[in-house]
């Protein structure tokens, strides 16, 4: 396993690889890896010669900097795991390799970005569609591997690619659970030990949720999430909204879609969680 910072040398051994015919996948991070990086990272060696992970904790895509201050960042153990798991190339830039001049593209993909984590989070998706075109450009890969923790995350790179024309495809991984139901993420290690354990509470409510469909009305069903998470004290649901899974908007009737999905984010304390459920109608 090799650990890259530069641009120009990825590519150097990029296009080595490509020379002799290597199929190349890239699994895009911010680091502060756990099993469900790795569950990504694991499908990338399975379907390509190459798996290359990049770690790259994105300023463009934080609409709060002291939630990027604070993000975790834990390289020396990321690159343990990885090599571990078998990847080959890790793409570690500084800022000023992935930003040599500040980045002032501004990308349009329509209504899927004003909703959710477009919505409450202005600016995200255009700073995550900054730096995953410049990885693509970068690495140039076959396939690329995002987890449905992230869900409209996987939407928008999709119409992405189709606007930039990059030819490369985009692999969608289920999200990888805690024994307790808990989503894992980075930012799971920001949780108190009590607040680690509340949390679990997220995921049980959704799948508990999912046992009123059909018989209960979706509005319903969203007062009901929203209040059994927001009657703990430790929680605050930021938005919990139902909606179909290809265009991203709100449902209001079951009927209205096939398996629609539930995307919640509530702050735990401080920390901001997401997760979400598929419903079956
Ligand atoms: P991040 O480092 O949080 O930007 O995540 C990098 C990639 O890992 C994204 O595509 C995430 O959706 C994915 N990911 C994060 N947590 C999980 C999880 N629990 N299960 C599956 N994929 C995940």
């Not at 990888?176 to 894992?184: I, K, N, P, Q, V």
């Not at 018989?215 to 059994?228: L, M, P, Q, S, T």
């Not at 927001?230 to 079951?254: A, C, G, K, M």
Request: hydrophobic share 35%.
């Amino acid at each position: 396993m090799r650990v890259i910072n530069s641009v120009k040398e990825l590519k150097r051994h990029l296009s080595e690889e490509r020379k002799k015919d290597k199929s190349i996948g890239l699994v895009p991070t911010m680091g502060a890896l756990h099993e469900g990086h790795i569950s990504l990272v694991e499908q990338c060696i399975a379907d390509n010669e190459i798996c290359v992970v990049s770690i790259f904790v994105n300023p463009t895509q934080f609409n709060d900097k002291n939630d990027f201050a604070s993000y975790p960042r834990t390289p020396e153990k990321d690159y343990a795991m990885l090599e571990e798991a078998g990847c080959d190339y890790i793409f570690a830039p500084s800022e000023e390799e992935m930003y040599p001049e500040p980045d002032m593209r501004v990308f349009d993909f329509g209504s899927i970005t004003d909703v959710m984590e477009g919505a409450y989070r202005p600016g995200h998706f255009n700073g995550v569609a900054q730096v995953v075109s410049k990885l693509f450009y970068a690495v140039e890969p076959c396939k690329a591997y995002f987890g449905e923790k992230d869900f409209q995350q996987i939407a928008v790179i999709r119409v992405m690619v189709k606007q930039l024309d990059i030819p490369v495809e985009i692999i969608a991984c289920p999200i990888l659970r805690e024994s307790t139901g808990l989503a894992m993420s980075s930012r799971n290690t920001r949780l108190t030990p009590e607040q680690h354990q509340k949390a679990s509470l997220i995921a049980h409510t959704l799948k508990e949720s999912a046992t009123f469909v059909p018989g209960k009305k979706v509005h319903e069903v969203i007062d009901y999430v929203i209040n059994a998470l927001n009657n703990e004290p430790v929680f605050r649901v930021e938005y919990f909204d139902i909606v179909n899974r290809d265009t991203l908007q709100s449902i209001h009737n079951w009927t209205e879609t096939t398996d629609p999905i539930g995307c919640i984010a509530v702050y735990c304390g401080e920390v901001r969680l997401i997760d979400n459920i598929t419903y079956k109608n």
